[in-house]
């Protein structure tokens, strides 16, 4: 079972920054929480992962709570292409599964 | 992603037929990954190898057999397909486990069982 609960979707205005929730309140110490989007029937893409500092590269920044039992996905800028399912994982063992859960299905609208 | 490619990209075949995909990577990654993805169950683990010769099962991986002889290629078999496994599928690989490193995906493979 994944161990993530995410919203199922979201909206967002073109231009704003869009923050997408994930829950993950299981998470052992040694666990990262990743993040991957799939846009239309591509294969999904790899945006950002953490463990228990903030994260920020070209794409996003990912905001982990002190407990890390929640994270937000930022997108600071929202464009049209970035409408897409938005996976939060965190991986389920040492063998390097990763187990996709629902995602969130974010629409940025002109 | 130039640094793998699946193929067929798309299929059709009949009930009971034997079927073969391909995934072939140019990273020279250690682990490979395939997943099924359909409407209501977002991405699903088949099985997945973590070595030449060395393969697992995933949570879904009835009616489906793998094989890794090369680095390069993972190979995905339904040994008779049925229609439940009309899907996209698709293929990953990661360059460590024990991960900080992120999965690249591939484009898919649609396949059609009728």
């Given at each position: 079972d994944a161990k993530t609960t995410q919203p199922p979707s979201m909206d967002c205005a073109e231009g704003r920054a869009a923050n997408l929730p994930c829950n993950h309140s299981t998470i052992s110490g040694n666990e990262y929480v990743y993040w991957y989007r799939q846009i239309h029937s591509q294969g999904p893409q790899y945006i950002i992962h953490g463990l228990k500092n903030n994260e920020t590269n070209e794409m996003a920044s990912l905001i982990i709570t002190e407990d890390r039992k929640s994270s937000t996905l930022i997108l600071p800028h929202a464009t049209l292409r970035d409408t897409a399912v938005y996976y939060c994982i965190v991986r389920v063992d040492n063998t390097g599964k990763l187990i996709f859960g629902q995602g969130t299905t974010l629409q940025v609208k002109p | 992603d130039a640094g793998i490619t699946q193929s067929p990209r798309h299929k059709v075949t009949e009930t009971g037929t034997p079927v073969t995909l391909r995934c072939h990577q140019?990273?020279?990654?250690?682990y490979m990954y395939w997943y099924r993805q359909d409407p209501g169950h977002g991405l699903r683990l088949i099985h997945y190898s973590y070595g030449v010769k060395d393969t697992d099962k995933g949570e879904v991986s009835d009616g489906y057999s793998v094989s890794r002889s090369k680095t390069e290629d993972f190979l995905l078999t339904l040994e008779s397909a049925t229609s439940s496994q009309t899907s996209v599928y698709f293929c990953a690989i990661s360059e460590?486990?024990?991960?900080i490193y992120g999965y690249t995906f591939g484009s898919g493979t649609r396949l059609t069982v009728v």
């Open positions: - | 140019t990273e020279n990654h250690r460590q486990d024990r991960v």
